[in-house]
Each structure stands twice: as structure tokens, then as C-alpha cells.
């Protein structure tokens, strides 16, 4: 299937404050989630809390050891909400 992607006013916000070399983790594993946003290597999950906050599924790809990005689906486009370490799970 194919995908629009978009990115909220947050996630730009987050994805500006990382620093070059998250910023290059980033690009790599953003490359990867155009082709397939459940592709193993990225480790999608759904995450429960945000999913319950934003009343929508919420998943969670990994980047890197703390990196993180959260994104949901809504018909045929993926929306990233943000960016960072385990800490936007609290959001």
C-alpha cells in the first residue's frame, strides 16, 4: 500500500533539536519507513498509553538504542507525531 506521509508541528520541532548524528539515524531509519513502516528492523509496536491518549493506535519504530518515533495511521496516510527517547511515551 502506498503511503502519504506526514509530520506534525511537534515532531518537526523534536526531529530540529537532535543532535547531527540522531539526525542521521533518523534519515537512515526514515529511508526505511517509506518503503515499509512495519519492516522488522524498525521494531513497530503499538504503544498502549498514547494509543488509549490519542483514542487512535499509536506505534512506536526504533531508530536507535534511545531514539524513538511515533507515528499513527489515518486511511492512507502515516501521520509522525514525534521524536526522542523514551520519554515521549509519556507524552
Known amino acids: 500500500m502506498n503511503f502519504a506521509f506526514k509530520t506534525t508541528s511537534s515532531f518537526r520541532r523534536a526531529l530540529a533539536k537532535l543532535s547531527p548524528t540522531q539526525k542521521r539515524s533518523a534519515k537512515k531509519a526514515f529511508q526505511l519507513f517509506k518503503e515499509d513502516p512495519f519492516h522488522p528492523r524498525l521494531r513497530t509496536h503499538k504503544i498502549h498509553r498514547l494509543s488509549s491518549l ?38
Open 54 to 91: 490519542y483514542n487512535k493506535t499509536i506505534y512506536s519504530v526504533w531508530i536507535e538504542s534511545d531514539l524513538r518515533a511515533v507515528f499513527y495511521i489515518e486511511g492512507r496516510a502515516i501521520v509522525s507525531v514525534d521524536i526522542g527517547t523514551h520519554a515521549i511515551y509519556r507524552s
